[in-house]
């Protein structure tokens, strides 16, 4: 969730008048039902803007705390008209976006145009998305008009957050429940080919890199030609330039790396299950 500082002085808007469970958080105010309309269309407007500038696909980002998720949230969403409630009724405001998206699609995509949704399976905020609230989202959007499913998560092989009696990973779950009625992309802490491979062999039909593509903008063309010992594992601020990193973004990552952040200069050696622990709290919630 944004600030009045970020957002130069307008207050934060969200389903509900809800601050975000982490320390310092702003209470936004609840939309009116006039002004989610609008948001439905101005997704829509966005979509035809990325058609008309040549892009081949757009991303509906439905996860890691955002608006579409605060709708979907129990914890943002407290509203008890249309657009909260039951698990059903926080579905309807993605479910419209999906609607307003797929209808600009129609109307002036001249060619192919990709149309995805990106998902966080669970919260740790009480109340928070649960993984079987997830699920039932999932058995819906696999019947929607878009073309994958992108799962959100700070390791392809995370079990629950909340459910320790969850032993197997979510992803295997989700895939199971999409019956191959949708194409499914996985993320998190792919740094390897191998570890790449690893997902591709279970079943995935994409696999994406987010950290290790900051570090290594040229990870799949180095695959490719069989230059794996030539992949960089970790960043420096002698690298900035090479990398098209600027300071300020540099800083941003510094500040959110170590053992209790977001590594995003780690090596291959880190602790990695603790480095995605880390990673899995900051994007579902956690300070």
Sequence with gaps: MSSTAILRGQQPVSASAVAAARTGSEVPR?????????????????????????????EIHGANTYLIQQFFSPHSNRRTDHWGGSVEKRMNFPLEVIKECKSVVDQYATRPFILGYRISPEEIEKPGIQFEDTL????????????????SMGNVWRKSLT??????????????????????IVVGDV?????AEKASSAGFEL???GRQS???????????????TAIRYSISPDDLDELGIKRPFFDILMLLSGPTGIPLSNSQ??????????????????K
């Design 163 to 184: 459910d320790k009696t969850v032993t197997t990973p979510l992803n295997e779950t989700i895939k199971t429940h999409l019956d191959g009625k949708l194409p499914m």
């Design 269 to 286: 050696t880190t602790d990695r299950d603790n480095a995605n622990a880390a990673l899995d709290h900051f994007l579902s919630g956690g």
């Design 30 to 58: 609840a939309l009116s039902d006039e002004e989610i309309k609008q948001t439905i269309k101005d997704f829509g407007s966005a979509v035809r803007r990325a058609i008309t500038a040549g892009f081949d696909g757009v």
């Design 214 to 228: 900051i570090r290594e903008p040229r990870w799949v063309q180095k695959v490719i030609h069989g230059d794996e």
């Design 207 to 209: 696999v994406a890199l």
């Design 136 to 151: 039932r989202f999932v058995d819906v959007l696999k019947d929607q008009p878009i073309d994958y499913l992108h799962v």
């Design 191 to 195: 740094q390897t080919p191998d570890d």
